[in-house]
């Protein structure tokens, strides 16, 4: 089955303590993103990665680093996670040039205390 | 922030209605895209409208997109209970991959 998946699902840690949520594709996609979503915000790219080893900021990249060494793999590193990082983050894929429909992971919900 | 911004933000309808969601946005795009979320769950793409198209169908869906107004509305015929999620729009400026999406519009159907 094509998909995206995410983990962990759930998360809660606290201040500073460096975590990882790792996203996996199994489409070939070449592009892929993350998201967070707030109550009131929608959904906000932090990052992005449109090939092996090419990454960009996205609107809310502060306090995120992001690696793409694979092409089905994008995790997402909080290496001193803050109460404000608190939310629900969301991974994505799309084909590439031409192919703009996104594919969502289900989502992982991370409470930092 | 280039943001979009969904109109309105709530939606209570009868089984059967029409809803109608409204979308508006800064700059301009390559295409704009709805997706469809039910409850804190993964988004769902629903239909994408490309910037030189000022309509489109897929089955009970029909999207429209004004780019001299940088405004799009999304038209659900015929609504089912099955229909109660959070819609969003989402602008894509250039055809890379940044994605843009608005605050969303929150959908209910009654049975």
């Known amino acids: 089955e094509a998909q995206v998946t995410q983990n962990p699902r759930y998360l809660i840690t606290v201040t500073g303590k460096k975590l990882t949520v790792t996203c996996s594709q199994n489409?070939?996609?070449?592009?892929m993103s993350w998201y967070r979503q707030d109550p009131g915000l929608g959904l906000r790219q932090i990052y992005y990665?449109?090939?092996?080893?090419?990454?960009d900021k996205g609107d809310v990249p502060e306090g995120y680093k992001v690696s793409r060494k694979e092409k089905r793999n994008f995790p997402l590193i909080l290496e001193s996670p803050s109460p404000n990082q608190t939310s629900l983050y969301f991974c994505?894929?799309?084909?590439?040039?031409?192919?703009?429909?996104?594919?969502f992971g289900p989502g992982t919900r991370l409470t930092v205390t | 922030s280039q943001q979009g911004e969904e109109d309105p933000q709530a939606l209570s309808i009868q089984e059967g209605e029409n809803a109608t969601m409204n979308c508006s946005y800064k700059?301009?795009?390559?295409?704009l895209q709805w997706y469809r979320q039910n409850s804190g769950r993964g988004l769902v793409h629903l239909i994408l409208?490309?910037?030189?198209?000022r309509e489109k169908h897929s089955g009970r869906l029909r999207v429209t997109l004004d780019t001299s107004k940088k405004s799009s509305s999304l038209l659900i015929t015929a609504s089912r209970a099955a229909d109660t999620a959070s819609y969003f729009c989402?602008?894509?400026?250039?055809?890379?991959?940044?994605?843009?999406f608005g605050t969303g519009t929150r959908l209910t159907v009654i049975p």
């Open positions: 489409m070939n996609h070449e592009y």
């Open positions: 990665s449109m090939n092996v080893e090419v990454t």
């Open positions: 409208i490309r910037s030189n198209e």
């Open positions: 700059t301009s795009i390559n295409n």
């Open positions: 994505a894929s799309r084909p590439g040039p031409g192919g703009y429909e996104q594919y």
């Open positions: 989402a602008t894509d400026p250039t055809g890379a991959n940044n994605l843009f």
